[in-house]
């Protein structure tokens, strides 16, 4: 076989498409939009070589028409789950030592047809099934899963060619094995492109993967699937469950060949996860590896100095595009009393222009909220709010779920900094507002770093600098992605690494080589050239 160090195709962004009226790429997606809105889609568990079908399935309906039937997918038993396992520990033996550049050209592969042939196939039944616009679904969807899949490519190289330090006598080289095991992928509905990524990242690395979509993105995991199965997947690379969660999840952490686990989702499932694997310790080959990224209650702070409608544009964006079902989305918001009159106008003319319905008319900003249990949740604290004395609902405040789990983007104004809504993660289009007096913008600082247990995201907007670069010292902990003058969402693969730490996870740094470095299992070896032959040293000479 021939050998070689081989340089990857160098990693760039996936350009953005605008889907503007009139452009080529609008017009696709609308067809594969009702294409596959209208056919009936079966989504099996990939276990190893098989797509199983069980006699066990649920129904998938699009949240903003919850009464059309786009089709089944099937739970698994706990019998699946163990052959799910042996299926990926079989295939461990020949991934794991597969040469890296052909694990990279699998992903490449996967990347491109992403970006190509499967691009609105992506879109489409990332809209559909998970109700959103058509350029969140583009960024996510599309442009994001194939950053993750092309940089992380390019992070791998740059892990191996980190080499410590030899001299004359030795040589000292670093390998990086796959873990001892398997790796556990848990992934949340909101992003098409973490539910790609998280079992891809290990799997690059020469670890074998079970995936658990989230029940609610099983029409955009099917894709995921078949776009892996068609890039040369190996089979038992990465298998696909669904079914029972705690079922899943307790079977998966009962075998000894756990040896990961990369989770987004609620900071008490994760919490739940690592206290399993805990109580579980002694059973396991090896210490498993424990990924999380979890919630946030996202804050945006703005300093006197800040322009207003820069301000305002970052809490309507930031808030409630894709309906606030974002971890890192603005949920509680810090205004000086001396601009709120004027941020609060912008808002009430911004949010009074939004459209909102389903994802197929393109002049639709909001969509619905995820499924009736989501709806229910935000209803309940709307109502809540609209019953305190020390809180108001200022804008929206409807809501409806006849056809769709459609919540308005509500806007509540609190005189309370410790405000329900301003401490718990509500996870859609609500935000809430505190006005503070202008001569406190330190003491709020503190205020905004003590209100919260998450620290994932957060920004400051001032047009002066001590202001910004005080905030930056304060809120150091408050968030693992801080932006300044920027809304606190919209990390890109290759430029904002994500995550957080406190209640929001490991920061393990999704985006970054830093997260591809818990997946590796680093083997140091050193040669020498000429051993020794006298174990005496020269400081024991006479």
Same mark, same amino acid.
């Given at each position: 076989? /021939?050998?070689?160090? #081989?340089? *990857? %195709?160098?990693?760039?962004?996936?350009?953005?498409?605008?889907?503007?009226?009139?452009?080529?790429?609008? !017009?696709?997606?609308?067809?594969?939009?009702?294409?596959?809105?209208?056919?009936?889609?079966?989504?099996?568990?990939?276990?190893?070589?098989?797509?199983?079908?069980?006699?066990?399935?649920?129904?998938?309906?699009?949240?903003?028409?919850?009464?059309?039937?786009?089709?089944?997918?099937?739970? =698994?038993?706990?019998?699946? +789950?163990?052959?799910?396992?042996? &299926?990926?520990?079989?295939?461990?033996? $020949?991934?794991?030592? @597969? %040469?890296?550049?052909?694990?990279?050209? *699998?992903? @490449?592969?996967? =990347?491109?047809?992403?970006?190509?042939?499967?691009?609105?196939?992506?879109?489409?039944?990332?809209?559909?099934?998970?109700?959103?616009?058509?350029?969140?679904?583009?960024?996510?969807?599309?442009?994001?899963?194939?950053?993750? @899949?092309?940089?992380?490519?390019?992070?791998?190289?740059?892990?191996?060619?980190?080499?410590?330090?030899?001299?004359?006598?030795?040589?000292?080289?670093?390998?990086?094995?796959?873990?001892?095991?398997?790796?556990?992928?848990?992934?949340?509905?909101?992003?098409?492109?973490?539910?790609?990524?998280?079992?891809?990242?290990?799997?690059?690395?020469?670890?074998?993967?079970?995936? $658990?979509?989230?029940?609610?993105?099983?029409?955009?995991?099917?894709?995921?699937?078949?776009?892996?199965?068609?890039?040369?997947?190996?089979?038992?690379?990465?298998?696909?469950?669904?079914?029972?969660?705690?079922? +899943?999840?307790?079977?998966?952490?009962?075998?000894?060949?756990?040896?990961?686990?990369?989770?987004?989702?609620?900071?008490?499932?994760?919490?739940?996860?690592?206290?399993?694997?805990?109580?579980?310790?002694?059973?396991? $080959?090896?210490?498993?590896? +424990?990924?999380?990224?979890?919630?946030?209650?996202? #804050?945006?702070?703005?300093?006197?100095?800040?322009? &207003?409608?820069?301000?305002?544009?970052?809490?309507?964006?930031?808030?409630?595009?894709?309906? /606030?079902?974002?971890?890192?989305?603005?949920?509680?918001?810090?205004?000086?009393?001396?601009?709120?009159?004027?941020?609060?106008?912008?808002?009430?003319?911004? @949010?009074?222009?939004?459209?909102?319905?389903?994802?197929?008319?393109?002049?639709?900003?909001?969509?619905?909220?995820?499924?009736?249990?989501?709806?229910?949740?935000? &209803?309940?604290?709307?109502?809540?709010?609209?019953?305190?004395?020390?809180? !108001?609902?200022?804008? /929206?405040?409807?809501?409806?779920?006849?056809?769709?789990?459609?919540? !308005?983007?509500?806007?509540?104004?609190?005189?309370?900094?410790?405000?329900?809504?301003?401490?718990?993660?509500?996870?859609? %289009?609500?935000?809430?507002?505190?006005?503070?007096?202008?001569?406190?913008?330190?003491?709020?600082?503190?205020?905004?770093?003590?209100?919260?247990?998450?620290?994932?995201?957060?920004?400051?907007?001032?047009?002066?600098?001590?202001?910004?670069?005080?905030?930056?010292?304060?809120?150091?902990?408050?968030?693992?992605?801080?932006?300044?003058?920027?809304?606190?969402?919209?990390?890109?693969?290759?430029?904002?690494?994500?995550?957080?730490?406190?209640?929001?996870?490991?920061?393990? $740094?999704?985006?970054?080589?830093?997260?591809?470095?818990?997946?590796?299992?680093?083997?140091?070896?050193?040669?020498?050239?000429?051993?020794?032959?006298?174990?005496?040293?020269?400081?024991?000479?006479?």
């Amino acid at each position: 076989m /021939g050998k070689g160090f #081989f340089q *990857v %195709p160098p990693a760039v962004n996936e350009p953005i498409k605008s889907y503007a009226p009139g452009t080529p790429e609008r !017009e696709e997606v609308l067809l594969m939009y009702k294409d596959m809105y209208n056919t009936k889609v079966d989504v099996p568990l990939y276990i190893g070589s098989e797509e199983v079908r069980t006699k066990n399935t649920a129904t998938i309906h699009p949240p903003h028409d919850h009464k059309h039937n786009l089709g089944v997918y099937h739970l =698994a038993e706990k019998k699946h +789950i163990n052959k799910a396992i042996d &299926a990926a520990m079989d295939a461990r033996h $020949k991934w794991a030592k @597969l %040469p890296w550049e052909q694990r990279a050209a *699998v992903f @490449l592969k996967a =990347a491109d047809l992403i970006a190509g042939p499967y691009r609105q196939k992506m879109n489409a039944s990332t809209m559909i099934g998970q109700s959103k616009n058509v350029f969140q679904a583009e960024i996510d969807s599309a442009c994001e899963i194939v950053d993750f @899949l092309r940089f992380n490519v390019e992070y791998m190289t740059q892990i191996y060619e980190e080499q410590p330090e030899s001299d004359e006598k030795a040589w000292n080289r670093v390998e990086h094995r796959p873990l001892e095991g398997f790796v556990y992928a848990i992934t949340p509905f909101n992003f098409t492109a973490i539910a790609g990524n998280l079992p891809s990242a290990p799997a690059l690395m020469g670890n074998v993967t079970i995936w $658990k979509p989230s029940a609610s993105q099983m029409f955009s995991a099917k894709v995921l699937m078949d776009v892996f199965q068609e890039a040369g997947v190996p089979d038992g690379v990465i298998n696909m469950v669904m079914g029972d969660p705690a079922m +899943i999840t307790d079977t998966i952490l009962d075998s000894p060949d756990f040896a990961g686990v990369h989770f987004t989702g609620s900071t008490d499932v994760f919490k739940g996860l690592w206290s399993k694997i805990g109580q579980n310790i002694d059973k396991y $080959k090896t210490y498993p590896r +424990i990924v999380g990224e979890t919630g946030g209650k996202d #804050f945006i702070m703005a300093h006197p100095s800040a322009n &207003a409608k820069e301000v305002s544009t970052s809490i309507a964006r930031g808030a409630f595009e894709f309906q /606030g079902q974002k971890c890192s989305a603005a949920s509680r918001c810090y205004v000086p009393k001396s601009m709120w009159d004027e941020v609060r106008s912008d808002l009430e003319e911004d @949010l009074g222009s939004f459209k909102m319905g389903s994802p197929e008319d393109m002049g639709n900003f909001i969509n619905a909220v995820i499924h009736e249990k989501s709806f229910d949740k935000l &209803a309940k604290y709307i109502d809540q709010a609209k019953k305190d004395k020390d809180a !108001e609902v200022i804008i /929206g405040g409807g809501y409806d779920k006849s056809k769709g789990y459609f919540i !308005e983007p509500t806007v509540i104004l609190t005189t309370n900094p410790n405000y329900t809504t301003m401490e718990t993660e509500l996870f859609g %289009p609500v935000v809430t507002i505190y006005v503070y007096e202008d001569a406190k913008f330190e003491e709020t600082l503190h205020l905004v770093d003590e209100t919260s247990p998450y620290a994932l995201t957060g920004a400051i907007f001032s047009k002066d600098r001590y202001a910004a670069s005080l905030a930056t010292d304060i809120l150091q902990n408050a968030a693992g992605n801080f932006y300044i003058n920027d809304k606190c969402t919209g990390a890109v693969v290759g430029k904002q690494p994500f995550g957080g730490a406190r209640a929001s996870g490991t920061n393990d $740094k999704a985006g970054s080589k830093l997260n591809l470095l818990r997946w590796s299992s680093p083997r140091l070896i050193k040669e020498t050239f000429v051993p020794a032959t006298d174990y005496r040293y020269p400081f024991m000479g006479e």
